[in-house]
Every structure is written in C-alpha cells, then in structure tokens.
C-alpha cells in the first residue's frame, strides 16, 4: 500500500470505513473481467469475446496449415494470415483491457459521488 493510500484510509471516518468494507476495495482481476460481462454494455463485451476467440482459433488453424504445406507461396500465404488474426486478436484484447479499466474508473468516481453526496448531507449551507 503507497503512502497516499494510507493517508486517505487514515482520514475516513467509520461510516465511510464500513461502507467500503461493505462494497469491497480494490477488486481483483478476474472479479473486474466477469464484471464488464453486467450492465448496460455487458453484450458488448460478450460480442468481443466471441469475435476475440474466432480470431483466435482462425489464427491457430492458420498456423497449424503455415507448418503442413511444402509449397512457400502457400505458406507464406498461410503464415501472413495466421500473423493478421493474431494481431487482430490482441488488439481486441488491448480494447477489452480498456473497457474494464473504465468500469473500474466509474465505479470509483461513483464512491466519489456517494461521499461528497454524503458530506454534503451532513453539512447543509
């Protein structure tokens, strides 16, 4: 833990304490990835995903062919489109990436929004 994350767990107060214990720190990876399957956009990530192992497995079957044929056009041929499928999956791996740094980014802003929603509550002008 940095020291500004000491520094802000120092200064909340016990609601605020409970509440975090209640909706969880930080989330792990996996709980982050299984998360972008929910919401209003989880059909996209459930879109990308399938696309992602298409191009996956096209690559891997390309592959396999780029090894069997003696032929070097053929290959090459081969070789050049299992290279384009794997590209083409990873950077869909990379945009996933970003789709589940967002919800996590969100969802901090939203225990952000809860907290001054809070102070503010107790604290009328």
Sequence with gaps: MSDIDKLIEDTLNAEDRELLDRYGGERGFFTEAMGAFRGRRGW?????????????????YLAWRFFQVEDLIVALRYGMGALLLFIMAAVMKIGMGVMIEGNRVVREIKRLELQVARERAKHPQ
């Design 44 to 60: 996209v990530f459930s879109m990308a995903t399938c696309a992602n192992v298409v191009l996956f497995f096209g690559g891997a």
